[in-house]
Nanobody, 123 residues
Framework: QVQLVESEGGLVQAGGSLRLSCAASGRTFSGYCIGWFRQAPGKEREFVAAISRAGGTTRYADSVKGRFSISRDNAKNTVSLQMNNLKPEDTAVYYC????????????????WGQGTQVTVSS
């Protein structure tokens, strides 16, 4: 089992950058694929990015490709999401998620998730 805690999000102007972190408990962190999802008010939760167990494979939603970057440090049990050139449409609650299987792009494929952190991008 793994517990996930996201770092505090924040308010940033359009075009700015923000880095989210996800700290995981448990000694088997490297056994999980980790992802990020987000949910904006009135919208469905959507896939943002995911990374494989060793970090060698990543996947991004088309809407963030080229702007966001996911990485992990298995020695520190952390995953980071670097978000650059933020847009107002990136405003959402961001969730860190984990699965013991191969990562997918639907929330139901993940077994664990954090409480979420608010990211607000002003225009």
């Amino acid at each position: 089992q793994v517990q996930l805690v996201e770092s505090e999000g924040g308010l940033v102007q359009a075009g700015g950058s923000l880095r989210l972190s996800c700290a995981a408990s448990g000694r088997t962190f490297s056994g999980y694929c980790i992802g990020w999802f987000r949910q904006a008010p009135g919208k469905e939760r959507e896939f943002v990015a995911a990374i494989s167990r060793a970090g060698g494979t990543t996947r991004y939603a088309d809407s963030v490709k080229g702007r966001f970057s996911i990485s992990r440090d298995n020695a520190k049990n952390t995953v980071s999401l670097q978000m650059n050139n933020l847009k107002p449409e990136d405003t959402a609650v961001y969730y860190c998620v984990a699965t013991g299987r191969w990562f997918g792009t639907t929330f139901a494929e993940y077994d664990y998730w954090g409480q979420g952190t608010q990211v607000t991008v002003s225009s």
